[in-house]
């Protein structure tokens, strides 16, 4: 009995031991998502280390680490370059040293210790607006122009002109960066290089880290990107002259490449190991353990938390990316307070102190040819990996969540088409008896999520899917197939890449603007893909008008391949034009801010011109109404050649209704329709006047600029308004757009030439009231009756 007992306590024991012992995470999702996007073809080969509660907890490498010239598996050693990683891993914490030191304050002036700095007006420039990417400058040095060494950098940073006032909008820029590394050099007096190795590498113990890598780091460095022709000068030990250069052991960012491979903003080389040695200690450090990280915990706790202006809305440590468009590395999981940040190469880190964890992800995307888009799975990897380890509520069991809003992965029309391997299309062939010649009409904005042209998809990828399908025809138009003609005439071409005839729809003439019925009868299908902006006046919508106009008597079947509003798709705005005032500049009576898609739209005109046109619309997967650009996770092209960010998009069905009066709308400046002036303003006044009208969601700050050729006022000196939206969810900005006007017809009256504004705002009622001087508010009101009706006409064209 006693032998019996003892047996029994003694399972007892076992059981209770192995039921209480903690679960063993699951990380096999990492490896699915990985290899998923390997066999996409988005990245070679990839480091992944997850740390949590003091110790690594999974460490993995995947794929290849070259494929070109020679294959090399991918080992967990692999030294990546990091890329944007070097921002905050070295020179923001060289910054925060001197800060710690009492050598600097972060809110004095750059000026006060790089006095050349003070040029073109950046005397105002503080050390937190350049940290924290507030500063107005613009995202990188020009490269178009020849330059090479340090000291040609500098120069260039020091004279650059700010796009907009510091401290009132967020825009990612790597001149802030090259300009702190200087900083860090002035106030230090050693090389950028040797401080970061002094100072940070080696009191942390990091083995493998350094700018510069010497040649027996090269056989364990990932390549990234093929150099060619003359951007292959410059590569030390590779290549001395003009030809193809694999990069490998020489940074891939091509201003730092000019600047020698030291800077501010890029340079760092590193390996998986070293870079979760570096977390852990930051980690340490902020919990008040025993860490060699070199800041000290309060110092530290200022850097990784939010930092930026008062009023930003983009949420930046001192070098660290908390909430903004650039932190979809966090993935939905971890929270906001958490931070990181992301390389261009394929490299990101992410730290949560909350749950003792970190995240990296070390891969070489742009290897061979260019970046293919990982921007979701570094999400998608931060979200396996807090599930795995049951954080936050969640489990391995828990369904994908969607990714944030910065990533949220939306597909386009391109992407659909190429995702169903061109089902549509071989349906289409097989109505036109095995064979579809193709047409597209097409320019810049036109590419897949990997950088692709849909020009060559359909080109090349599209006919060994689809058997009898041709490419034979593109059509541009305006701004040509480029995007970068801003003039009338645009004449016929030829593409370098297919040799396939480029028929520009935007000559001097009215019919030179319209698809010619015999084009058409040569083709049995034209595809459309461009980027609209959701603004009655943008001529994409004229164009594709034209089109389905034309398809209606030729019998050719249009495909529209669609993409987002990216000024939401919700908001529904301003005046509907004058029935039969259609033009160029006005496809037909609708809002000059119409919230379609330009697939909505085509199906809009087709309904509503009674056309029956044979259309088809290749919807998007995963963008949903209400989603600005910046939430879908797409990559930025400029739409046409003065429309360079979201925010002038935004501004521009206001601003853009009044540019063909005499005023500037900023074009020949690098912030168009961000701000408005000619030489005859006052600023100051009429700032003061648009202030106290307290329109929601904007601010108005007096400003000066001075255009360039070829535009309105080029070369003077013009007075005005920079437009600072504090709210876009609220902002009206065609009332927008007839507030400025009334305001420069009460101010200026004799100057103004209000009348020529009918150009574009197309509606008689609203310039007769503008002219006899009636408030804004009521003649925004007395348009309301016509938003409502037109909003009940789209809902039959609405997809999403």
């Given at each position: 009995m006693r032998r019996c007992l003892s047996l029994a306590l003694l399972l007892l024991s076992v059981s209770f031991c192995w039921a209480s012992a903690p679960r063993r995470p699951d990380f096999s999702a990492i490896g699915q998502i990985v290899d998923h996007a390997i066999a996409e073809h988005r990245l070679p080969g990839a480091v992944v280390i997850v740390g949590h509660d003091e110790h690594v907890v999974f460490r993995h490498a995947y794929g290849m680490r070259s494929l070109e010239p020679t294959r090399e598996q991918m080992t967990v050693n692999t030294i990546f370059d990091m890329a944007s990683l070097t921002k905050p891993l070295m020179t923001a914490t060289a910054v925060m040293q001197l800060y710690q030191q009492g050598k600097i304050g972060l809110d004095e002036p750059v000026a006060k210790y790089l006095p050349a700095f003070a040029a073109n007006g950046k005397g105002d420039i503080t050390i937190r607006d350049l940290l924290t990417h507030y500063s107005g400058l613009p995202p990188d040095l020009p490269l178009a122009t020849p330059w090479d060494g340090k000291g040609a950098a500098l120069r260039l940073a020091f004279n650059c002109v700010p796009v907009r006032p510091p401290g009132v909008r967020f825009q990612y820029s790597d001149v802030n960066f090259i300009v702190l590394g200087a900083l860090v050099e002035k106030i230090s007096g050693l090389p950028l290089d040797v401080y970061a190795m002094r100072h940070i590498i080696e009191p942390l113990g990091l083995k493998h880290t350094r700018f510069l890598p010497p040649v027996s780091w090269i056989p364990n460095i990932a390549p990234t990107q093929w150099e060619h022709g003359e951007a292959a000068y410059g590569v030390p030990g590779l290549k001395s002259g003009p030809g193809d250069v694999m990069l490998r052991g020489v940074v891939h960012d091509p201003t730092s490449r000019r600047m020698g491979g030291v800077a501010g903003h890029a340079g760092l080389f590193s390996c998986a190991d070293d870079i979760a040695i570096y977390a852990q200690n930051l980690l340490d450090r902020l919990a008040g353990r025993p860490s060699k990280f070199p800041l000290s915990r309060r110092v530290l706790k200022m850097m990784t938390s939010p930092e930026q202006p008062a009023g930003g809305k983009a949420l930046r440590g001192f070098g660290w990316d908390i909430d903004s468009p650039y932190s979809s590395n966090r993935g939905t999981i971890f929270p906001i307070g958490s931070f990181g940040h992301t390389g261009f190469t394929g490299t990101s880190l992410w730290i949560d102190p909350k749950s003792d964890t970190y995240v990296i992800i070390l891969s070489n995307a742009v290897h061979p040819n260019g970046p293919k888009g990982i921007t979701r799975m570094r999400g998608t990897i931060a979200d396996a990996a807090a599930r795995a380890l049951g954080l936050y509520g969640s489990?391995?069991?828990?369904?994908?969540?969607?990714?944030?809003?910065?990533?949220?992965?939306?597909?386009?029309?391109?992407?659909?088409?190429?995702?169903?391997?061109?089902?549509?299309?071989?349906?289409?062939?097989?109505?036109?008896?095995?064979?579809?010649?193709?047409?597209?009409?097409?320019?810049?904005?036109?590419?897949?999520?990997?950088?692709?042209?849909?020009?060559?998809?359909?080109?090349?990828?599209?006919?060994?899917?689809?058997?009898?399908?041709?490419?034979?025809?593109?059509?541009?138009?305006?701004?040509?197939?480029?995007?970068?003609?801003?003039?009338?005439?645009?004449?016929?071409?030829?593409?370098?890449?297919?040799?396939?005839?480029?028929?520009?729809?935007?000559?001097?003439?009215?019919?030179?603007?319209?698809?010619?019925?015999?084009?058409?009868?040569?083709?049995?299908?034209?595809?459309?893909?461009?980027?609209?902006?959701?603004?009655?006046?943008?001529?994409?919508?004229?164009?594709?008008?034209?089109?389905?106009?034309?398809?209606?008597?030729?019998?050719?079947?249009?495909?529209?391949?669609?993409?987002?509003?990216?000024?939401?798709?919700?908001?529904?705005?301003?005046?509907?034009?004058?029935?039969?005032?259609?033009?160029?500049?006005?496809?037909?009576?609708?809002?000059?801010?119409?919230?379609?898609?330009?697939?909505?739209?085509?199906?809009?005109?087709?309904?509503?011109?009674?056309?029956?046109?044979?259309?088809?619309?290749?919807?998007?997967?995963?963008?949903?109404?209400?989603?600005?650009?910046?939430?879908?996770?797409?990559?930025?092209?400029?739409?046409?050649?003065?429309?360079?960010?979201?925010?002038?998009?935004?501004?521009?069905?206001?601003?853009?209704?009044?540019?063909?009066?005499?005023?500037?709308?900023?074009?020949?400046?690098?912030?168009?329709?961000?701000?408005?002036?000619?030489?005859?303003?006052?600023?100051?006044?009429?700032?003061?006047?648009?202030?106290?009208?307290?329109?929601?969601?904007?601010?108005?700050?007096?400003?000066?600029?001075?255009?360039?050729?070829?535009?309105?006022?080029?070369?003077?000196?013009?007075?005005?308004?920079?437009?600072?939206?504090?709210?876009?969810?609220?902002?009206?900005?065609?009332?927008?757009?007839?507030?400025?006007?009334?305001?420069?017809?009460?101010?200026?009256?004799?100057?103004?030439?209000?009348?020529?504004?009918?150009?574009?705002?197309?509606?008689?009622?609203?310039?007769?009231?503008?002219?006899?001087?009636?408030?804004?508010?009521?003649?925004?009101?007395?348009?309301?009756?016509?938003?409502?009706?037109?909003?009940?006409?789209?809902?039959?064209?609405?997809?999403?």
């Open positions: 489990s391995p069991a828990d369904p994908p969540a969607d990714p944030p809003a910065t990533a949220h992965g939306v597909e386009t029309g391109i992407d659909v088409l190429e995702a169903d391997h061109f089902r549509e299309l071989a349906a289409l062939a097989r109505r036109h008896g095995g064979k579809l010649r193709l047409g597209l009409l097409t320019n810049q904005t036109g590419v897949d999520s990997a950088g692709r042209r849909t020009i060559d998809v359909l080109f090349h990828d599209a006919p060994q899917a689809v058997p009898g399908l041709a490419l034979t025809t593109l059509f541009s138009p305006e701004h040509g197939i480029s995007g970068s003609y801003d003039r009338p005439g645009v004449p016929n071409s030829t593409d370098a890449a297919t040799g396939l005839p480029v028929i520009s729809l935007y000559g001097s003439t009215d019919a030179a603007r319209h698809p010619s019925l015999d084009t058409l009868r040569q083709l049995d299908a034209v595809a459309i893909d461009l980027q609209d902006v959701g603004v009655r006046y943008y001529t994409y919508d004229a164009v594709t008008r034209y089109f389905l106009e034309a398809a209606a008597k030729t019998g050719t079947e249009m495909i529209v391949l669609d993409r987002p509003d990216p000024i939401d798709g919700t908001q529904v705005q301003g005046p509907v034009s004058d029935p039969g005032s259609e033009s160029y500049v006005n496809s037909m009576p609708i809002p000059v801010r119409h919230g379609l898609t330009l697939g909505e739209l085509a199906r809009y005109d087709n309904r509503q011109l009674d056309l029956h046109a044979p259309l088809m619309v290749i919807a998007m997967r995963g963008w949903h109404r209400g989603e600005w650009y910046d939430a879908t996770g797409l990559m930025w092209v400029n739409p046409s050649p003065n429309l360079h960010d979201l925010e002038q998009t935004t501004l521009y069905p206001g601003i853009g209704l009044i540019e063909s009066t005499n005023i500037s709308v900023g074009r020949g400046t690098d912030t168009p329709f961000e701000v408005v002036g000619a030489p005859w303003i006052d600023a100051r006044a009429l700032a003061a006047y648009m202030s106290a009208r307290r329109l929601p969601g904007i601010r108005f700050v007096p400003t000066t600029f001075t255009p360039e050729k070829p535009y309105p006022y080029a070369g003077e000196l013009c007075q005005g308004l920079y437009l600072l939206v504090t709210d876009r969810n609220i902002l009206n900005t065609p009332e927008l757009g007839v507030e400025i006007a009334s305001a420069l017809h009460r101010l200026y009256p004799d100057q103004f030439h209000l009348d020529k504004m009918h150009t574009l705002l197309d509606n008689r009622a609203v310039l007769a009231a503008i002219t006899t001087g009636q408030d804004p508010r009521q003649i925004a009101a007395a348009w309301h009756a016509g938003l409502v009706h037109f909003e009940q006409q789209r809902q039959s064209a609405l997809l999403y």
